[in-house]
Protein backbone atom coordinates (compact mmCIF):
# COMPACT_ATOMS: atom_id res chain seq x y z
CA UNK A 1 0.00 0.00 0.00
CA UNK A 2 1.84 3.16 -1.76
CA UNK A 3 1.04 6.03 0.90
CA UNK A 4 2.94 8.95 -1.23
CA UNK A 5 2.71 8.21 -4.75
CA UNK A 6 4.70 9.53 -7.49
CA UNK A 7 2.79 8.51 -10.63
CA UNK A 8 5.64 9.91 -13.43
CA UNK A 9 8.44 7.53 -13.66
CA UNK A 10 10.06 10.54 -15.88
CA UNK A 11 9.61 13.66 -16.89
CA UNK A 12 11.44 15.76 -19.86
CA UNK A 13 11.51 19.21 -19.62
CA UNK A 14 13.56 22.27 -21.51
CA UNK A 15 16.18 24.22 -20.62
CA UNK A 16 14.03 27.77 -18.77
CA UNK A 17 11.34 26.61 -18.71
CA UNK A 18 8.87 25.34 -15.56
CA UNK A 19 9.22 21.76 -14.40
CA UNK A 20 6.41 20.38 -12.60
CA UNK A 21 6.61 17.54 -10.61
CA UNK A 22 3.57 16.10 -8.73
CA UNK A 23 2.91 13.84 -5.58
CA UNK A 24 -0.57 12.08 -3.95
CA UNK A 25 -0.39 10.81 -0.53
CA UNK A 26 -3.60 8.56 0.76
CA UNK A 27 -2.57 9.17 4.53
CA UNK A 28 -5.13 11.95 5.96
CA UNK A 29 -2.51 11.62 9.39
CA UNK A 30 0.12 13.02 7.29
CA UNK A 31 1.43 17.06 8.24
CA UNK A 32 4.24 17.80 6.83
CA UNK A 33 5.67 17.51 3.43
CA UNK A 34 9.00 17.43 1.81
CA UNK A 35 10.75 17.71 -1.63
CA UNK A 36 14.48 16.14 -1.86
CA UNK A 37 16.42 15.81 -4.87
CA UNK A 38 19.18 12.90 -5.67
CA UNK A 39 21.99 12.75 -7.49
CA UNK A 40 23.45 9.14 -8.71
CA UNK A 41 25.90 7.66 -5.82
CA UNK A 42 24.62 10.30 -2.83
CA UNK A 43 22.25 10.78 -0.52
CA UNK A 44 19.07 12.66 -0.89
CA UNK A 45 19.50 16.95 -0.31
CA UNK A 46 16.74 18.47 1.11
CA UNK A 47 15.04 20.69 -0.89
CA UNK A 48 12.21 22.57 0.35
CA UNK A 49 9.16 21.47 2.87
CA UNK A 50 5.99 22.69 3.68
CA UNK A 51 3.48 22.44 6.48
CA UNK A 52 -0.15 21.11 5.86
CA UNK A 53 -1.54 24.59 7.36
CA UNK A 54 -0.37 26.07 4.23
CA UNK A 55 -0.77 26.38 0.58
CA UNK A 56 2.49 27.27 -0.99
CA UNK A 57 5.96 27.96 -0.16
CA UNK A 58 8.49 29.35 -1.98
CA UNK A 59 12.48 29.80 -2.26
CA UNK A 60 13.82 30.78 -5.04
CA UNK A 61 13.41 29.04 -7.73
CA UNK A 62 11.62 26.17 -5.89
CA UNK A 63 8.07 26.72 -4.80
CA UNK A 64 5.37 23.85 -3.50
CA UNK A 65 2.00 24.18 -3.54
CA UNK A 66 -0.30 21.70 -1.58
CA UNK A 67 -3.97 21.23 -2.17
CA UNK A 68 -4.78 19.00 1.10
CA UNK A 69 -8.68 18.35 0.07
CA UNK A 70 -7.03 16.94 -3.26
CA UNK A 71 -4.49 14.56 -0.99
CA UNK A 72 -2.23 16.70 -3.83
CA UNK A 73 1.38 18.48 -4.13
CA UNK A 74 3.23 19.83 -6.85
CA UNK A 75 6.95 20.98 -7.33
CA UNK A 76 7.66 23.73 -9.81
CA UNK A 77 11.01 24.42 -10.80
CA UNK A 78 11.11 28.01 -12.18
CA UNK A 79 13.20 27.81 -14.88
CA UNK A 80 14.96 24.78 -15.15
CA UNK A 81 18.52 24.44 -14.97
CA UNK A 82 20.88 21.99 -16.45
CA UNK A 83 22.06 20.78 -12.95
CA UNK A 84 18.49 20.29 -12.14
CA UNK A 85 18.56 16.65 -13.95
CA UNK A 86 18.10 14.32 -11.08
CA UNK A 87 15.86 11.90 -8.97
CA UNK A 88 13.33 13.75 -6.92
CA UNK A 89 11.46 12.46 -4.15
CA UNK A 90 7.62 13.51 -2.54
CA UNK A 91 8.38 12.68 1.56
CA UNK A 92 5.67 12.91 3.89
CA UNK A 93 5.69 12.61 7.61
CA UNK A 94 2.67 11.97 10.12
CA UNK A 95 1.56 10.35 13.32
CA UNK A 96 0.53 7.28 14.57
CA UNK A 97 -0.40 5.97 18.09
CA UNK A 98 3.56 6.53 19.27
CA UNK A 99 3.70 9.86 18.11
CA UNK A 100 5.71 11.28 14.60
CA UNK A 101 6.86 8.81 12.41
CA UNK A 102 9.79 8.62 9.97
CA UNK A 103 9.62 10.18 7.19
CA UNK A 104 6.90 8.15 4.33
CA UNK A 105 8.93 8.69 0.38
CA UNK A 106 7.20 8.25 -3.18
CA UNK A 107 9.29 6.22 -5.56
CA UNK A 108 10.99 8.83 -7.23
CA UNK A 109 10.29 11.51 -10.49
CA UNK A 110 14.06 11.42 -12.88
CA UNK A 111 13.85 15.28 -13.94
CA UNK A 112 15.40 15.33 -17.71
CA UNK A 113 16.38 18.78 -17.93
CA UNK A 114 17.16 19.40 -22.01
CA UNK A 115 19.46 22.19 -23.68
CA UNK B 1 28.90 22.58 8.96
CA UNK B 2 30.21 19.24 8.03
CA UNK B 3 27.33 17.21 6.69
CA UNK B 4 26.60 13.70 8.01
CA UNK B 5 28.79 11.27 7.47
CA UNK B 6 28.75 7.57 6.74
CA UNK B 7 31.39 4.70 7.04
CA UNK B 8 31.88 2.50 5.56
CA UNK B 9 30.88 4.07 2.28
CA UNK B 10 30.98 0.41 0.64
CA UNK B 11 30.76 -3.19 2.17
CA UNK B 12 30.38 -6.50 1.17
CA UNK B 13 29.55 -9.74 3.23
CA UNK B 14 28.38 -13.12 2.68
CA UNK B 15 24.67 -14.26 3.79
CA UNK B 16 24.58 -15.40 6.93
CA UNK B 17 27.06 -12.82 8.49
CA UNK B 18 26.28 -9.77 10.31
CA UNK B 19 27.17 -5.84 9.83
CA UNK B 20 27.22 -2.69 11.67
CA UNK B 21 27.19 0.74 9.92
CA UNK B 22 28.23 3.61 11.48
CA UNK B 23 26.44 7.66 11.20
CA UNK B 24 27.92 11.06 12.43
CA UNK B 25 24.80 13.52 12.52
CA UNK B 26 25.93 16.86 11.72
CA UNK B 27 27.02 19.08 14.45
CA UNK B 28 24.23 19.69 17.18
CA UNK B 29 21.34 17.32 15.65
CA UNK B 30 20.13 15.37 17.94
CA UNK B 31 17.76 13.23 16.42
CA UNK B 32 19.09 10.31 13.62
CA UNK B 33 16.77 8.30 11.92
CA UNK B 34 17.69 5.06 9.34
CA UNK B 35 16.54 4.45 6.48
CA UNK B 36 17.03 1.20 3.23
CA UNK B 37 16.70 2.11 -0.37
CA UNK B 38 16.27 -0.46 -3.10
CA UNK B 39 15.27 -0.69 -6.50
CA UNK B 40 12.09 -1.98 -5.37
CA UNK B 41 10.75 -0.60 -2.64
CA UNK B 42 12.34 2.81 -2.87
CA UNK B 43 13.08 4.45 0.34
CA UNK B 44 11.70 2.61 3.29
CA UNK B 45 12.19 4.11 7.08
CA UNK B 46 14.01 1.44 9.91
CA UNK B 47 14.18 3.65 12.88
CA UNK B 48 14.80 7.05 14.30
CA UNK B 49 16.64 7.77 17.37
CA UNK B 50 16.79 11.09 19.84
CA UNK B 51 18.84 11.30 22.92
CA UNK B 52 20.02 7.79 22.88
CA UNK B 53 16.35 6.55 23.12
CA UNK B 54 14.66 4.94 19.70
CA UNK B 55 11.50 7.13 18.94
CA UNK B 56 10.21 5.17 16.22
CA UNK B 57 10.49 1.91 14.33
CA UNK B 58 9.33 1.17 10.57
CA UNK B 59 8.12 -2.53 9.52
CA UNK B 60 11.44 -4.34 9.41
CA UNK B 61 12.22 -7.26 11.07
CA UNK B 62 14.11 -7.90 14.24
CA UNK B 63 17.42 -8.65 12.49
CA UNK B 64 17.14 -4.76 12.19
CA UNK B 65 18.34 -2.86 15.42
CA UNK B 66 20.41 0.14 15.94
CA UNK B 67 21.53 2.38 19.02
CA UNK B 68 22.77 5.65 19.68
CA UNK B 69 25.34 6.92 21.55
CA UNK B 70 25.36 9.90 24.09
CA UNK B 71 27.38 11.82 21.91
CA UNK B 72 24.56 11.64 19.12
CA UNK B 73 26.00 9.39 17.03
CA UNK B 74 24.61 5.92 16.25
CA UNK B 75 24.94 2.56 14.66
CA UNK B 76 22.75 0.22 12.94
CA UNK B 77 23.67 -3.73 12.78
CA UNK B 78 22.00 -6.03 10.81
CA UNK B 79 22.31 -10.00 11.78
CA UNK B 80 22.07 -13.03 10.13
CA UNK B 81 22.30 -11.52 6.91
CA UNK B 82 20.19 -12.21 3.50
CA UNK B 83 20.28 -11.59 0.13
CA UNK B 84 17.66 -9.30 0.06
CA UNK B 85 19.24 -7.08 2.87
CA UNK B 86 21.24 -6.03 -0.09
CA UNK B 87 20.85 -2.22 -0.64
CA UNK B 88 21.62 1.64 0.05
CA UNK B 89 21.58 2.23 3.47
CA UNK B 90 20.93 5.95 4.48
CA UNK B 91 21.55 7.80 7.84
CA UNK B 92 19.35 11.26 8.17
CA UNK B 93 19.88 14.25 11.29
CA UNK B 94 17.32 16.61 12.47
CA UNK B 95 17.51 19.97 14.29
CA UNK B 96 15.18 20.11 16.98
CA UNK B 97 12.23 21.40 16.26
CA UNK B 98 12.24 20.73 13.04
CA UNK B 99 11.18 17.75 10.77
CA UNK B 100 14.18 18.23 8.23
CA UNK B 101 15.93 16.05 7.43
CA UNK B 102 19.49 15.80 5.75
CA UNK B 103 21.18 12.86 4.42
CA UNK B 104 24.27 11.01 4.36
CA UNK B 105 25.75 9.71 1.43
CA UNK B 106 25.20 6.18 2.47
CA UNK B 107 26.58 2.89 2.78
CA UNK B 108 26.06 0.74 0.17
CA UNK B 109 25.83 -3.20 1.20
CA UNK B 110 26.18 -5.97 -1.27
CA UNK B 111 25.21 -9.24 0.56
CA UNK B 112 26.94 -12.23 -1.69
Known amino acids: DQQVKQNSPSLSVQEGRISILNCDYTNSMFDYFLWYKKYPAEGPTFLISISSIKDKNEDGRFTVFLNKSAKHLSLHIVPSQPGDSAVYFC??????????????FGKGTHLIIQP | KAGVTQTPRYLIKTRGQQVTLSCSPISGHRSVSWYQQTPGQGLQFLFE???????NKGNFPGRFSGRQFSNSRSEMNVSTLELGDSALYLC???????????FGPGTRLTVT
Open chain 1, 91 to 104: AARGYSGGGADGLT
Open chain 2, 92 to 102: ASGPQGSYEQY
Open chain 2, 49 to 55: YFSETQR
